[in-house]
C-alpha cells in the first residue's frame, strides 16, 4: 500500500544482536520483497552468523541497484571506554573502511560526526600514497 516513491527508499539492515539478523536471514526478504540490505560494518563484527565480512558485504551488495549505503562505525569498547556496552559507537573513526573492490557510499556513525571525518582526512593525507592502496 506504500507508493512506490517510498517503496524505492525501503532498505533493512543487519543488526548487532544474535537475536535479531544477519545479513544472511535478511536475503530472503530481498529475493521476495526487492528491498535492498544496508550492510553495517559493526554491527556484522557483532553478529556474524556463518558469515565473514567479505561474504555478508558482497552479499549485501548483489541486493543493490544502485550504488548501495552501507553504515561504518566503530567500537566505544575497544577504542575508548573499556566499560562501555559492547553496542556502544565510537566518538572517532580508528579504521579504514574495506569495499572489497567495490563502489559504495559509506554512513560514518560516530558521535563526533563532522570532527571524526575531518580528522580521518587529515590522517589519510599524512601517510604515503602507497599505503592507501
Known amino acids: 500500500m506504500l507508493s512506490a516513491n ?3 527508499r ?3 539492515e543487519n543488526d548487532d544482536r544474535a537475536s535479531l539478523y544477519t545479513v544472511a536471514d535478511l ?34 551488495y548483489g541486493t ?12 566505544r569498547q575497544v577504542h575508548e571506554d573499556p566499560n562501555a556496552r559492547r553496542e556502544a559507537h565510537a566518538d572517532w573513526l580508528y579504521s579504514r573502511v574495506n569495499t572489497y573492490g567495490k563502489e559504495v557510499d559509506i554512513v560514518f556513525e560516530c558521535k563526533k ?16 600514497a602507497q599505503d592507501l592502496m
Do not use: C
Open 6 to 8: 517510498l517503496r524505492a
Open 27 to 60: 536475503l530472503p526478504i530481498y529475493e521476495h520483497t526487492g528491498i535492498p540490505t544496508v550492510f553495517d560494518y559493526f554491527h556484522h563484527s557483532l553478529n556474524p552468523g556463518t558469515q565473514t565480512e567479505e561474504e555478508a558485504f558482497l552479499m549485501a
Open 10 to 12: 525501503l532498505t533493512v
Open 64 to 75: 543493490w541497484d544502485v550504488r548501495p549505503v552501507f553504515h561504518f562505525s566503530d567500537s
Open 113 to 128: 560526526k563532522e570532527q571524526a571525518l575531518l580528522r580521518q582526512r587529515s590522517e589519510v593525507h599524512q601517510q604515503p
